[in-house]
């Protein structure tokens, strides 16, 4: 249930209201910003909301229940807080969002309309459109641990504990060709077996692309070079001459943690578990 001040109540069974649209976006990294579609900046709970953003609503939806639902806004990408390069760079992705109803001549009479977070990011001519996630998404999320045969840890996570973080399992490079938006090749890598990167992780460790990062989907060597194909293009386009990190990959299984791990006292599946053959099994006749 929504509050709604008394004076605002009288002012909206009136018919006269003086109401605006108010946006406070929380990045993951903490910085927060303040937004307005009002022609003069506003400033409520010690937040300023900038009048010059270009943002304006689109459609909202609230229903009772659990059931996950979202809204959308749009707005054009010209403002120094939020720009088309930071959106495409995904320095938005995740973050939280508040929308308020506010009353432009007295900030403290106003409504909290809608929270979420912010999905994906859209540009298209100069604007753009963003898919705002209810809370209630959070709810389809799975928690806890699943049982299976591979591991369900991550690669050099507290629970794995093995350290991947010097050669060969982590080498820095540079990018030596471009193939596509995915596909890029370097020289020098050391002691690295066939598949070795197959399900890491690259990483760009040049000032301004510290944002990109994606899984390696496959990896291969020709004529003294190695070519990597990654499983989704970085946010901001690959070039010759970027300085990445490269860290070894791990299909879960518990062959692999034996065999280039070293780590089978750490291992986090199940892989004697009875899977669907013991279930369907049946003597022999004989």
């Known amino acids: 249930m929504r509050y709604i001040p008394q004076s605002l109540a009288e002012d909206m069974a009136n018919g006269v209201t003086h109401l605006c649209w108010c946006w406070r976006i929380i990045r993951t990294d903490g910085v927060i910003f303040g937004f307005t579609d009002h022609d003069q900046d506003l400033v409520f709970d010690g937040l300023l909301c900038r009048a010059d953003s270009g943002l304006s609503p689109g459609m909202m939806q609230s229903r009772t229940g659990f059931e996950s639902v979202s809204a959308g806004t749009a707005g054009s990408v010209f403002h120094e807080d939020l720009s088309e390069q930071d959106l495409l760079a995904g320095r938005f992705d995740g973050a939280r969002v508040e929308i308020w109803r506010v009353d432009w001549r007295k900030t403290d009479d106003r409504i909290a309309i809608w929270a979420g977070e912010i999905g994906e990011i859209k540009?298209?001519?100069?604007?753009?459109?963003?898919?705002?996630?209810?809370?209630?998404?959070?709810?389809?999320?799975?928690?806890?641990?699943?049982?299976?045969?591979?591991?369900?840890?991550?690669?050099?996570?507290?629970?794995?504990?093995?350290?991947?973080?010097?050669?060969?399992?982590?080498?820095?490079?540079?990018?030596?060709?471009?193939?596509?938006?995915?596909?890029?090749?370097?020289?020098?890598?050391?002691?690295?077996?066939?598949?070795?990167?197959?399900?890491?992780?690259?990483?760009?460790?040049?000032?301004?692309?510290?944002?990109?990062?994606?899984?390696?989907?496959?990896?291969?060597?020709?004529?003294?070079?190695?070519?990597?194909?990654?499983?989704l293009p970085p946010k901001i386009a690959i070039e010759v001459g970027d300085q990445i990190r490269l860290t070894a990959g791990c299909n879960k299984s518990l062959e692999q943690c034996a065999q280039r791990f070293f780590n089978v006292e750490n291992f986090r599946g199940c892989p004697f578990m009875p899977g669907n053959d013991a279930v369907l099994s049946a003597p022999f006749s004989d």
């Open 123 to 231: 540009t298209s001519n100069k604007a753009f459109t963003a898919e705002l996630l209810s809370n209630s998404r959070k709810l389809e999320r799975t928690l806890g641990r699943t049982f299976a045969k591979n591991c369900d840890a991550q690669l050099g996570d507290a629970r794995c504990q093995r350290d991947v973080s010097m050669p060969p399992f982590s080498q820095d490079v540079q990018i030596s060709e471009v193939l596509s938006a995915n596909e890029f090749a370097v020289d020098g890598l050391i002691d690295i077996e066939k598949n070795w990167f197959v399900f890491g992780t690259v990483r760009w460790l040049d000032a301004g692309k510290e944002i990109n990062h994606s899984e390696i989907e496959r990896h291969y060597s020709s004529a003294q070079r190695e070519f990597f194909e990654l499983l």
